[in-house]
């Protein structure tokens, strides 16, 4: 396994690091055209979705008075720069606290942490993470033009501190609410096949295939039990 890695890290080294450069910072209208579906898409559905945002707010207070609805996290985005991201909050409060006595428990490999029967996630938060309800307040990041409704998942910094130079090219790129990686498997597969698919995406993104993975997204939602 290690071994087809390493062919497959060359294999793309080769294909797709100047390549990946080079079409991340062309197609300029591509990219304008982007950042004005996001805002439509992103209002949108604030607006709508208030009402879910309340039941859930409503929710997770229920179970957990003690933490913030609302979870923000230090996350890496296009070119290295940090932001805040917004989730709802899915698990107790101390979650941060309890995880270095869970990193021997990780399901995943390279510089990621998934735990399917993670024992910080709250009963709320089992659900809002299946139906990735929790992911819904990311459209403010959207908003604020620190996300994109598609694109490579957004890293913690901890993880961005692990890649070496291939692994940074996902970084060339927005991050996204939904992407390749979230509609090809996500929990089920492993940091080297998600940073492959990201870097796919960079190099053949377009307005169509954005639509085609925001409607694989939205099918998904109702079918996979994949997220954890």
């Known amino acids: 396994m290690e071994l087809s890695n390493a062919k497959a890290e060359q294999k793309y080294e080769k294909e797709l690091n100047l390549k990946a450069i080079s079409i991340a910072n062309q197609r300029k209208g591509y990219l304008v055209l982007k950042r004005l579906l996001d805002i439509v898409f992103s209002l949108m559905g604030l607006i709508v979705l208030l009402p879910v945002f309340i039941v859930i707010a409503f929710l997770i207070k229920i179970e957990d008075q003690k ?27 101390n979650a941060e606290d ?23 996630i709250t009963k709320i938060g089992k659900f809002i993470r299946r139906t990735s309800l929790d992911e819904l307040p990311q459209l403010l990041n959207v908003l604020k033009g620190e996300m994109s409704l598609v694109g490579p998942r957004p890293p913690l910094p901890r993880e961005v501190e692990k890649y070496n130079d291939y692994h940074k090219q996902r970084l060339l790129a927005k991050p996204g609410c939904t992407g390749l990686w979230q509609v090809s498997g996500r929990s089920s597969i492993g940091f080297d096949e998600m940073v492959q698919l990201d870097l796919k995406y960079i190099t053949k993104s377009n307005t169509f295939y954005d639509l085609c993975i925001i409607l694989k997204t939205v099918k998904i939602l109702f079918v996979s039990d994949d997220a954890y």
């Open 67 to 93: 933490g913030p609805v609302l979870f923000k996290q230090i996350r890496v985005g296009k070119n290295n720069e940090e932001f805040t991201m917004y989730k709802f909050r899915s698990m107790v409060s």
């Open 98 to 120: 309890l995880l270095e006595g869970l990193l021997d428990k990780n399901e995943t490999t390279g510089a990621m942490f998934k735990m399917r029967d993670d024992p910080r």
